[in-house]
T-cell receptor
Framework: NAGVMQNPRHLVRRRGQEARLRCSPMKGHSHVYWYRQLPEEGLKFMVYLQKENIIDESGMPKERFSAEFPKEGPSILRIQQVVRGDSAAYFC?????????????FGPGTRLTVL | AQSVTQLGSHVSVSEGALVLLRCNYSSSVPPYLFWYVQYPNQGLQLLLKYTTGATLVKGINGFEAEFKKSETSFHLTKPSAHMSDAAEYFCAVSANNQGGKLIFGQGTELSVKP
């Protein structure tokens, strides 16, 4: 059973460009979470999605950031017009249908560098 | 609101010595508590979790943690450190009324000296 997959593993963008980060959850998992890890900091929750629904986006910056989890295909975290402060590691986690006690399984992360 | 505080951003121990990583939490509802480990340039791996029941929780790689409600703590221990334990460790809290999202501490980097 493959784990959570994220691609690309490393992404370099210039200021003003768009970044698209992809996450394929574990088989049988219908819930996806995105977290951001800034240098020297812990992980911060960004957004929680089910298929075709955003459940909780309380951690998402108000502008330039969006996320989706379509019926078919991976979850996408999209950052428009990137700035240097967006440089971070972005982690995706998946879990079975929601229980707060469930383990979230993390992918290897996408490390975004904005030049 | 929930929060997690990990005391000590860096902890260094000798191989074979006791490992103690501290975690205190704040929660207005019964918490669910997790310890994750992160090796360099990798994702997070679950070490152990507390949901309900027995307050002493055993995890992988010889780690265990004890939930102490009176002290609002969930410290991680291992009797004898291995070189392979060198990594970053994160404590996290979740709750039924938070929709499953994890609130993480700042992390503790564990170094193991030969």
């Amino acid at each position: 059973n493959a784990g959570v997959m994220q691609n690309p593993r490393h992404l370099v963008r210039r200021r003003g460009q768009e970044a698209r980060l992809r996450c394929s959850p574990m088989k049988g998992h219908s819930h996806v979470y995105w977290y951001r890890q800034l240098p020297e900091e812990g992980l911060k929750f960004m957004v929680y999605l089910q298929k075709e629904n955003i459940i909780d986006e309380s951690g998402m910056p108000k502008e330039r950031f969006s996320a989706e989890f379509p019926k078919e295909g991976p979850s996408i975290l999209r950052i428009q017009q990137v700035v240097r402060g967006d440089s971070a590691a972005y982690f995706c986690a998946s879990s079975p249908p929601f229980k707060a006690t469930d383990t979230q399984y993390f992918g290897p992360g996408t490390r975004l560098t904005v030049l | 609101a929930q929060s997690v505080t990990q005391l000590g951003s860096h902890v260094s121990v000798s191989e074979g010595a006791l490992v103690l990583l501290r975690c205190n939490y704040s929660s207005s509802v019964p918490p669910y508590l997790f310890w994750y480990v992160q090796y360099p340039n990798q994702g997070l791996q679950l070490l152990l979790k507390y949901t309900t029941g027995a307050t002493l929780v055993k995890g992988i790689n010889g780690f265990e943690a004890e939930f102490k409600k009176s002290e609002t703590s969930f410290h991680l221990t291992k009797p004898s450190a291995h070189m392979s334990d060198a990594a970053e460790y994160f404590c996290a809290v979740s709750a039924n009324n938070q929709g499953g999202k994890l609130i993480f501490g700042q992390g503790t980097e564990l170094s193991v000296k030969p």
